[in-house]
């Protein structure tokens, strides 16, 4: 059984299942949010709580962080009573939140600075990755690191790449959102065709599955937007925040992301609209407003 000590923080949709799988793993976890239920209840499953983040890393040897974004996780780390605040030499930082690439390297260098490794490992997968322990893990960093990250990283995954160092990570979750993103918009649309054509939606995503045009995103969110059923597995605010990291990182190195931009300007107007919390499969209610046609 590992007596390994890991500090946690940031227990959202996508942070407390993870802490419950590191938990489930039997490592000794202490956890930390800015809320207190979901403290509470990993509480009465064996975690331990902290009051800070500068707690967090006075008790623990590795520090894993899930929050929103990149302001956030800077505040978490450098701020007042913050993660850096209460570092000793030799522990661990991994930070698994979806951020800018810059603001990764410059935390990671900050870090080296107190003789510590940070990882930026984001994943991809979603709720029921989280839960279910497959998630997708991309990892930038010191090879030397990621295997000592390594069974931590396998509680929580499946697919788990070692992509490059600090930073690389990053650049490949901008990546997987403008696909992702970009690819809910387009199942959208061809959905709504259909129907406003007068074809059954449904059978259209049954054709396409067994083509060319299969993807997971036709599988699973094509279904939800069939369903209507838009609960948050990852929300539309969160990944028009994303859009934005890919964006900024297009134009940092000169690489024109025209089809990301205009998805990126639709979740825009579904976060004004006050749909920013639905899951990103209800991207396709824009486009139904737009031809007046509802699916179901």
């Known amino acids: ?50 009051t800070s983040s ?25 701020g007042d009573q913050g993660i ?10 991994i930070d698994m939140s979806s951020i800018s690439p810059v603001v990764a390297r410059k935390l990671a260098a900050e870090a080296e600075k107190r003789g510590c490794d940070m990882l930026d490992a984001p994943v991809s997968g979603g709720e029921a990755g989280a839960i279910g322990a497959t998630l997708s893990i991309m990892i930038g960093g010191k090879a030397s690191a990621v295997e000592k990250a390594m069974p931590i990283f396998q509680a929580l995954g499946k ?38 054509a007068g074809v059954d939606p449904a059978k259209v995503r049954q054709a396409l599955l067994g083509g060319f045009a299969q993807s997971k995103i036709l599988e699973a969110h094509g279904q939800k937007m069939l369903e209507r059923n838009f609960k948050p597995g990852f929300r539309i605010r969160l990944h028009e925040k994303d859009m934005k ?3 900024t990182t297009g134009s940092e190195y000169g690489v024109p992301l025209m089809v990301t931009a205009v998805v990126g300007q639709m979740m825009t107007a579904m976060k004004g609209m ?23």
């Open 54 to 78: 500068k707690e967090v890393a006075e008790r623990s040897e590795i520090i894993i962080t899930m929050l929103p974004d990149s302001p956030d996780v800077e505040f978490v780390y450098a």
């Open 245 to 247: 990291i890919a964006l």
């Open 274 to 296: 006050g749909n920013g919390d639905l899951d990103h499969s209800a991207l396709v209610r824009l486009v139904e407003q737009m031809s007046t046609t509802e699916l179901s």
């Open 1 to 50: 059984m590992s007596k390994t000590v890991i500090g946690f923080i940031g227990l959202g949709i996508m942070g407390k299942p993870m802490a419950r799988n590191l938990l489930k793993a039997a490592y000794s976890v202490i956890v930390h949010n800015r809320s207190r239920g979901s403290v509470d209840e990993l509480s009465k499953e064996g975690a331990q709580s902290a």
């Open 84 to 93: 850096f605040s209460g570092l000793k030499s030799g522990q661990l930082l």
């Open 159 to 196: 697919n788990i790449v070692h992509v490059g160092e600090s930073g690389a990570g990053q650049v490949t979750k901008a990546a997987n959102q403008m696909v992702v993103g970009t690819t809910i918009a387009i199942v959208g649309e061809a959905l709504v065709l259909a129907k406003k």
